[in-house]
């Protein structure tokens, strides 16, 4: 995943439209856009909150990432897309049968993009991991450009829960599983 000008969304995923539908303020940004991390200098998103909102284009998803004022972009094409998950943090402590989506998600927020894949790559077991957790995740899975399986990880309060649910229920709901929340 990469981020993208504003001007070049609309090649990778369509127009807006004039009623376009979108999430905003309601979420943040935790891992998944190397150029992303990169621009957060190696800090996790406990130490720097970049809100991140989600606009439902023609074509994909429009992703924009806040951080000291500045506006960043990436997208997912509908065809990359397979699957937008929202978790409750107690789902997360639980990794059961060595889910590798679950590894991967703890393994990001320890220790970043790296420890994403580490994590999803190691068999842990059925172990309980204590993190200062983000209320909710919202999880993003899709094929990138060497057509691998890669992820995208929002967060959310509990008080967002609703809006954002009802976002995703409503505009994705062929993708959209919501987990114990």
């Keep these: 995943m990469k981020l993208y000008e504003k001007k ?31 621009i957060l200098e190696g800090k996790s998103f406990l130490e720097v909150p970049s809100i991140a909102n989600v606009l439902k284009r023609e074509n994909g998803i429009e992703i924009s990432i806040m951080y000291k004022f500045k506006q960043y972009f990436t997208a997912i094409k509908n065809s990359d897309l397979i699957g937008i998950s929202f978790e ?13 989506i679950g590894r991967a998600i703890v393994g990001g927020l320890l220790l970043g993009p790296v420890g994403a894949v580490i994590g999803g790559m190691t068999g842990i077991g059925d172990k309980q991991v204590g993190l200062n957790m983000p209320d909710l995740l919202l999880t993003f899975k899709f094929k990138n450009i060497k057509n691998e399986d890669d992820f995208l990880i929002l967060s959310s309060s509990y008080k967002n829960q609703k809006d954002v ?7 994705f ?9």
């Design 8 to 38: 070049s969304l609309d090649e990778q995923i369509g127009k807006k439209g004039l009623s376009y539908k979108q999430v905003g303020g309601k979420l943040t940004y935790v891992s998944g856009i190397p150029e992303m991390d990169a």
């Design 88 to 100: 409750n943090k107690e789902q997360i402590f639980q990794l059961k049968n060595k889910s590798v």
């Design 165 to 171: 649910n009802d976002f995703f229920v409503k505009h």
């Design 173 to 181: 709901k062929t993708f959209y599983n919501i987990e114990n929340c």
